[in-house]
């Protein structure tokens, strides 16, 4: 019988990403637990709107963080996704205001797609780098949320600008459970199927890991490049719609707050920023996490204003732990290939 031939190097490589990936994503889950226990003493429990209060902050956060795993997994960047957010949030409000709210969801969601997609043709076709063509479109797609809504919409006594329905949706419960918390499982159900089942989260992968390697596999990578940052709007629009929902309001400088905490939850859950390894569920994990760090800073009476301080650091101390990581897998493999020789 005839032996099958080796697999070349590429795909090799490809196969053990997932295991570091994964390993991300275990991180970001121990560090949920932990950190949900250092509240719980230091607060002196677990109330159901504590709860709900940490998970609506996280969702918004957590579909941003995935819109920009999406990105970053072709070895790209999105810095336009706070931009995105923001035009879908004063969408939906302009809408709600008009009482079309039905009508500007699914309009938000098209605007975030039609976003996207402007990304991906000019970093695809113009070949201009993502780091500069993104902060060019995240520019222009802040001037139009302001030509939209140059003042904020929000709640006036008891009347609100959005229908029940939607923060019923966003900021609600299901008996006891927070509604948010049922999203967040959703969008990690839905990111570990779209990463490991579908032929364009796989082939989303090998771009990120070697584009020369894609080539020769015959993945079309410029479709794939393209469809990751249609991805990546389609989430960040959504991620506005559900904090429209939340808030109740409609702001065209709602976005600016998110684009380093997204890429700081990325981290977290385990997506190297160069590109082929990462988990969607993962991203998500690092939003609560995120959150809890700043539910924690609350709970020791910390002032918010170090928050931000608090992101930078572990993002860098993420990256340092993640560098450290590889470093000692690359030296394990080459004991094991010297004591195989």
């Known amino acids: 019988m005839t032996a099958l031939p080796e697999a070349p190097p590429a795909v090799r490589r490809m196969r053990r990403r997932p295991r570091f990936a994964w390993q991300g ?3 970001a889950g121990l560090l949920v637990v932990v950190l949900l226990v250092i509240y719980v003493i230091e607060s002196g ?13 996280a969702l918004p956060l957590a579909l941003v963080a995935v819109a920009e795993t999406f990105v970053i997994l072709t070895n790209g960047l ?4 706070g931009s995105i957010l923001t035009l ?4 939906l409000a302009w809408f709600a205001v008009n009482d079309h709210a039905t009508t500007g969801i699914v309009l938000a969601l098209a605007i975030g797609v039609a976003a996207g997609l402007a990304n991906g043709l000019i970093v695809n076709y113009l070949r201009i780098a993502p780091l500069i063509a993104t902060l060019a479109t995240m520019s222009i797609f802040f001037g139009i949320a302001l030509m939209i809504m140059p003042i904020p ?9 959005f229908p029940g329905w939607i923060n019923s949706w966003t900021a609600g419960r299901i008996g006891s459970v927070p509604v948010a918390v049922i999203w967040l499982i959703v969008v990690m159900v839905a990111g570990w199927l779209v990463l490991r089942r579908t032929a364009f989260g796989i082939s989303l992968q090998a771009l990120g890991g070697s584009e020369s390697a894609s080539w020769g596999a015959g ?7 393209i469809m990751a940052y249609v991805a990546s709007g389609f989430c960040s629009a959504l991620a506005g719609v559900v904090l429209g929902g939340l808030t109740e309001s409609g702001d065209a400088t709602i976005g600016s707050f998110y684009l380093l905490e997204a890429i700081a939850a990325m981290v977290i859950g385990g997506t190297a920023l160069s590109g082929g390894v990462g988990t969607l569920s993962g991203s998500v994990l690092g939003a609560v996490a995120l959150t809890l760090v700043f539910s924690v ?9 170090y928050q931000y301080i608090v992101t930078g650091a572990i993002v860098i101390g993420t990256l340092l732990f993640h560098s450290l990581q590889s470093r000692l897998g690359v030296r394990a493999r080459e004991r094991s290939r010297w004591a195989a020789a």
Do not use: M
């Not at 919409?153 to 008891?158: C, F, L």
């Not at 800073?297 to 204003?305: M, Q, R």
């Open 25 to 27: 994503s275990y991180t």
């Open 45 to 57: 429990g677990l109330s159901s709107i504590a709860v709900l209060g940490i998970t609506n902050a």
């Open 78 to 81: 999105d810095l336009s996704v």
């Open 88 to 91: 879908g949030n004063v969408t």
């Open 153 to 161: 919409v929000g709640q006036i006594g008891d009347t609100a600008p």
């Open 219 to 225: 993945i079309k990578v410029g479709r794939v490049r």
């Open 297 to 305: 800073l609350l709970a020791f009476e910390v002032s918010t204003n």
